[in-house]
T-cell receptor
Framework: GAGVSQSPRYKVAKRGQDVALRCDPI?????LFWYQQALGQGPEFLTY??????LDKSGLPSDRFFAERPEGSVSTLKIQRTQQEDSAVYLC?????WGGGAAREQFFGPGTRLTVL | GQQLNQSPQSMFIQEGEDVSMNCTSS?????WLWYKQDPGEGPVLLIA?????ELTSNGRLTAQFGITRKDSFLNISASIPSDVGIYFC?????????????FGEGTQLTVNP
């Protein structure tokens, strides 16, 4: 497809379960970002990849959160032992390049809505 | 986490009215962006601003990058029903380590026909 895709679109997990969220960026995009959006809030940065390298993971809220992009394209965000406070929409974005400027526009996917019971 | 201060939180207007919303930060940003998010979708970029003092238009939208680099505003003229949605400002410092976006809390816009 032409845009960023994410799967699943909705995920319900019982507290303590592990979940894996997938992001397919736009083909050829070097940079990939994960954001967490709580209900009624703006997105908050989680982590950033440039190709397969994870250059910034300072936004990950705990060591239960882990992200990878092994071949520099598809990325997976994994949350272990989910807690109720993990309930949010997880957004993935990709950009052609990095840094600021017109060529670095971040294109967002539709998000995965995670509900932890 | 850090977020920008965006106001107002919500607006209820009549079709045809003009709208103004703004964003302030205690930190300097080198790029200011305005996004619109519809229910069940990711944010979509409306306007990007790259220079302090810059005033940029995109159709009925006009946005300005504050001279201090710590604020921005977005105006929508002659609102129409499809303008309904949540508008977010976002700041970016730039450079490899500054690629992340810092978002405001959003302005929920409702347009009554």
């Amino acid at each position: 497809g032409a845009g960023v895709s994410q799967s699943p679109r909705y995920k319900v997990a019982k507290r303590g379960q592990d979940v894996a969220l997938r992001c397919d960026p736009i083909s050829g995009h070097v940079s990939l970002f994960w954001y967490q959006q709580a209900l009624g809030q703006g997105p908050e940065f989680l982590t950033y990849f440039q190709n397969e390298a994870q250059l910034d993971k300072s936004g990950l809220p705990s060591d239960r959160f882990f992200a990878e992009r092994p071949e520099g394209s598809v990325s997976t965000l994994k949350i272990q032992r989910t807690q109720q406070e993990d309930s949010a929409v997880y957004l993935c974005a990709s950009s052609l390049l990095w840094g600021g400027g017109a060529a670095r526009e971040q294109f967002f996917g539709p998000g995965t809505r995670l509900t932890v019971l | 986490g850090q977020q920008l201060n965006q106001s107002p939180q919500s607006m209820f207007i009549q079709e045809g009215e003009d709208v103004s919303m703004n964003c302030t930060s205690s930190s300097i940003f080198n790029t200011w962006l305005w996004y619109k998010q519809d229910p069940g979708e990711g944010p979509v970029l409306l306007i990007a601003l790259y220079k302090a003092g810059e005033l940029t238009s995109n159709g009925r939208l006009t946005a300005q990058f504050g001279i201090t680099r710590k604020d921005s505003f977005l105006n929508i003229s002659a609102s129409i029903p499809s303008d309904v949605g949540i508008y977010f400002c976002a700041g970016q410092t730039g450079g490899t380590s500054g690629s992340r976006l810092t978002f405001g809390e959003g302005t929920q816009l409702t347009v009554n026909p």
